[in-house]
């Protein structure tokens, strides 16, 4: 059971957006054949009797944006401290569409520019994404979020609008990432996926769905590199939107009490920070909002005694069945890790083990709870440390007295091939601003200096490299361990003396599945807080 207070931690995003390369693989790096194959494909749904409005794919969300988040929406989402940005997708708003002041486009005149980060769709509408995968990396994803909700449990809708809104921010679906992604590729699937044309259809209606793709053969584009994201639309049997929570995730429609969408992507660890600046600058990316000039009614089929009536098909696609997680055991390292405490606690003095416990976020269980799922990406599994561990300066708030600091250590899951990318973050928790954070490239070796005399079989030879020990303290100057700052003021971000540090684990797509890793087969953290 998730505890309490992890319902009011502010959004955490594993890792984030795309670095790009131009590849002679990939056609719409080139922006005039891109745009040449996005007007055809707009041709053809006008003609069909749609409605094609432009979007874009902004990145947001590094260190520099966080002053702009906070005084908009009250948080950073988490942001990956070493300036990697969220790409998200802004959106235009549509005739009749009720338009919160919560989420708005960064750059613009909140609800008035047009664009926003969250909208509300109907249930026979699409966003389509046209453009190129990242460049070679660790990892990427796309994934779509149920935003916002009414309460499942208090559907109320006052005088003024609806009351009882929440934020819920749970997929709706399973992330595109390199293995489950249509692109062209070769019989290395997953590092064949990188620097590829694609694109990415995101619709709760088959109908939509199906013109969306004869708009795309009709432009020229293969059907290989087509990606369906579907949305399980909550619907009733005489109307187009829903209303009963016991069928489908998510409520459609313009009217102010139905639910928003917001649509990410993320990138972990691209090759060339260069051609990465370039992408996140100027992403070879379109994105198009479809939606019918004519709102297509949904109509369930209906019992009949006549046995050659034909039912009409159900439109709409069902509540998504998640892939299953799948991982190796880390339970061999178990021996080492505590070897590992030992050592560190003969090198330092630990006051206290804060640990680290699974967060087991299902977007399905989220949104049917009505409760926060923190912007999970179903690729990742996560771990927090408990919410009240602080970095004051000294023990007793004095400066003549010793100095705190914590030492992590842990499994380095990439390193024991359970996941393609390990991460370690930490979060102001009074901002969700992304303040420090460490990787899979900077845990090897890291704690070695703590095991050169240990005889133990586990803990010597070939299991060191497969741990990590991180110092976290105000000032690592003069400090020989691995060690990353969290600074106090004045500098941005920082962490108050006496305010709340949340340490974030996350452990990126298993390479032996098709999804995340099972949080139940890693071995998590430990956050020792010690004092010189």
């Not at 005149?109 to 046209?130: H, K, P, Q, W």
């Not at 190129?132 to 559907?155: C, I, N, Q, W």
């Not at 293969?222 to 994201?229: H, T």
């Not at 050592?343 to 299902?362: K, M, S, W, Y």
């Amino acid at each position: 059971m998730i505890p309490s207070y992890l319902n009011t931690i502010l959004t955490i995003l594993s890792i984030s957006p795309i670095a790009y390369v131009p590849t002679s693989a990939a056609k719409y790096s080139d922006a005039r054949k891109l745009r040449n194959t996005a007007n055809s494909f707009r041709n053809f749904l006008k003609k069909k009797g749609y409605t094609v409005r432009d979007g874009n794919l902004k990145f947001f969300f590094t260190n520099d944006d966080c002053h702009a988040a906070i005084d908009a929406v009250g948080t950073c989402f988490g942001n990956n401290p070493e300036a990697n940005p969220y790409g998200v997708y802004q959106l235009p708003h549509i005739p009749g569409e009720a338009i919160d002041d919560l989420v708005p486009s960064f750059g613009g005149d909140r609800t008035n520019d047009g664009f926003g980060l969250e909208i509300r769709i109907r249930s026979d509408e699409a966003i389509v994404l046209m453009g190129v995968t990242p460049p070679k990396a660790e990892y990427f994803g796309y994934t779509h979020y149920l935003y916002r909700s009414m309460d499942r449990r208090s559907r109320n809708v006052g005088a003024e609008g609806p009351t009882n809104f929440t934020t819920i921010l749970a997929s709706l679906d399973d992330t595109l990432n390199p293995t489950t992604i249509r692109v062209k590729q070769n019989k290395k699937r997953y590092k064949s996926s990188f620097g590829k044309d694609v694109v990415i259809t995101t619709t709760g209606h088959k109908g939509t769905a199906k013109d969306v793709q004869k708009a795309l053969k009709q432009a020229g584009v293969s059907n290989k590199i087509v990606n369906l994201q579907k949305i399980s639309i909550k619907r009733n049997q005489t109307s187009a939107e829903f209303t009963d929570t016991s069928t489908g995730l998510y409520n459609a429609g313009l009217d102010a009490d139905k639910d928003t969408l917001m649509l990410l992507s993320r990138v972990a660890i691209f090759q060339n920070e260069t051609a990465g600046n370039r992408y996140l600058q100027n992403p070879p990316v379109l994105v198009f909002r479809v939606t019918p000039n004519q709102p297509v009614t949904t109509t369930l089929p209906q019992p009949s005694d006549d046995k050659h009536t034909e039912l009409i098909p159900q439109p709409h696609y069902p509540t998504p069945n998640r892939a299953e997680r799948t991982t190796r055991s880390e339970e061999i390292f178990r021996t080492a890790l505590d070897t590992l405490e030992n050592a560190v606690r003969a090198a330092h003095t630990i006051r206290e083990n804060f640990g680290a416990q699974v967060l087991p976020l299902d977007g399905n269980h989220c949104i049917r709870s009505s409760i926060s799922c923190v912007g999970d990406n179903p690729d990742t599994a996560y771990a927090v440390s408990a919410t009240n561990v602080t970095l004051p300066q000294s023990l007793t708030n004095d400066e003549s007295s010793s100095a705190g600091y914590f030492v992590v250590i842990g499994v380095n899951h990439a390193a024991t091939n359970s996941s393609q990318y390990s991460e370690l973050g930490s979060i102001d928790l009074r901002t969700g601003t992304g303040v420090a954070s460490f990787d899979n490239r900077r845990m090897p070796g890291s704690a070695e200096p703590y095991l050169l005399n240990e005889t133990t079989n586990d803990a010597s030879g070939d299991a060191a490299k497969y741990l990590y020990a991180i110092m976290v303290r105000r000032n690592c100057t003069g400090i020989l361990q691995r060690c990353v700052e969290i600074p106090s003021t004045p500098t941005f971000p920082n962490v108050g003396f006496d305010d709340p540090i949340l340490f974030v684990f996350r452990a990126v797509l298993s390479p032996r599945g098709l999804s995340g890793p099972d949080p139940s087969a890693l071995l998590p953290a430990r956050v020792l807080y010690a004092y010189d």
